[in-house]
């Protein structure tokens, strides 16, 4: 203890001092540095008023002087706002909440620019949309959300521009109408399906009898033409026929004139002619003259030689008598 004491009595309380100084200091200069992440920003003010603003890294503040004002995010943010009631050209009330995306791109202006500026941004939004919506019919209302959606981005975006805050998109989460618009548009949905169901069965029913009046018209077309190549098929057969027997014909009547047929046998073709003629159906038969003096000159032929036969067969019997 003693020694101690002794120690301590022989160190010059100045080098204390100066050491409790050093470290003091040392510890307030390390709790000023600041390490700025990615996606933000810290705005600086010195004795309340704006400095300077620090971007991603590490900086350092004067101890007592500066103050770190606001930390900003850099990154997209997103403002769902409650629904908002507004009435259409046709004044038709009905309920639309939107979504906001927007993002930070001066944090300066965000800082000193407005007080609140997410409050702004809805009433804003709000407002722009009662105007938009009381331009539009509900049809329209209910087709246009690209063309609204587009205009209240644009609109958002030029007004929030001396905030230091961009507006990318701009969305309709929900479009409600009344009970009653619900009501008509689901009924109107349902006579539209009816509709279309109904023009398809039509149009299907016409389809068919389309098909099966062509199916016919083919068919009969096809039996038309079987019946003219049948017709056609016939008549190259009767005259293939008839060609024959007048190739028949020709060739006997060659024949004939070949081996020198005199008129006797000319005339005895004749009667044979004649006669497969008679034993047919016909009532009436016209004979050339010629062939009827030949026909004459045939039966008495056969009565001359009947007579004959009767004189030989007399003739025994006139012997017989003269015997006895």
């Known amino acids: 203890m003693s020694l101690f004491v ?3 009595s022989a160190i010059p309380w100045g080098y204390i001092v100066l050491g409790v100084i050093a470290l003091a200091v040392l510890v307030l200069f390390i709790r000023n540095i600041r390490v700025v992440p990615q996606a933000q920003a810290f705005v600086i003010e010195r004795l309340g008023t704006y ?12 101890p007592f002087l500066d103050k770190i004002e606001r930390r900003v995010s850099l990154k997209e943010r997103v403002a769902d706002f409650p629904p ?44 722009t949309l009662r105007n938009l919506i009381g331009d539009l019919e ?6 246009s959300r690209d063309v609204i959606n587009t205009r209240m981005r644009q ?14 998109r701009v969305e309709l989460k929900n479009i409600i109408p009344p009970r009653e618009i619900q009501t008509a548009m689901e009924r109107q949905m349902k006579a539209e399906r009816e509709k279309r169901e109904n023009i398809l069965i039509s149009e299907g029913q016409k389809e068919a009898l389309i098909r099966v009046a062509e199916g016919e018209k083919e068919a009969a077309i096809l039996r038309a033409d079987a019946k003219k190549e049948q017709a056609i098929r ?26 020198g047929a005199d008129e006797a046998l000319i005339a005895l073709k004749s009667l044979e002619t004649m006669a497969t003629v008679a034993d047919g159906r016909a009532t ?5 003259s010629n062939l009827q003096s030949l026909a004459g000159l045939a039966v008495s ?6 007579d004959s036969n009767i004189d030989t067969s007399e003739k025994p019997h006139q012997g017989v008598a003269d015997r006895s």
């Not at 032929?301 to 009947?306: A, G, I, Q, T, V």
Request: aromatic residues 6%; negative net charge; glycine residues 4%.
């Open 6 to 8: 002794l120690a301590a």
């Open 51 to 62: 400095r300077t603003t620090w971007k991603t890294g590490i900086h350092a503040k004067v």
């Open 84 to 127: 908002q009631a507004v009435i259409t050209r046709d004044n038709v009330t009905m309920q639309i909440d939107t979504v906001v995306f927007y993002q930070i791109v001066d944090p300066v202006l965000y800082c000193y620019g407005i007080e609140n500026p997410i409050v702004a941004i809805e009433n804003l939004s709000a407002t």
């Open 138 to 143: 509900l049809d329209e209302t209910l087709t």
């Open 155 to 168: 609109t958002l975006d030029e007004a929030t521009d001396p905030w230091g805050i961009k507006v990318n």
């Open 234 to 259: 016939e008549s190259q057969g009767k005259a293939e026929a008839i060609l024959t027997i007048q190739n028949a014909t020709a060739q006997g009547l060659r024949m004939i004139k070949e081996v």
């Open 284 to 288: 009436k038969i016209i004979i050339p």
């Open 301 to 306: 032929f056969k009565e001359l030689m009947s």
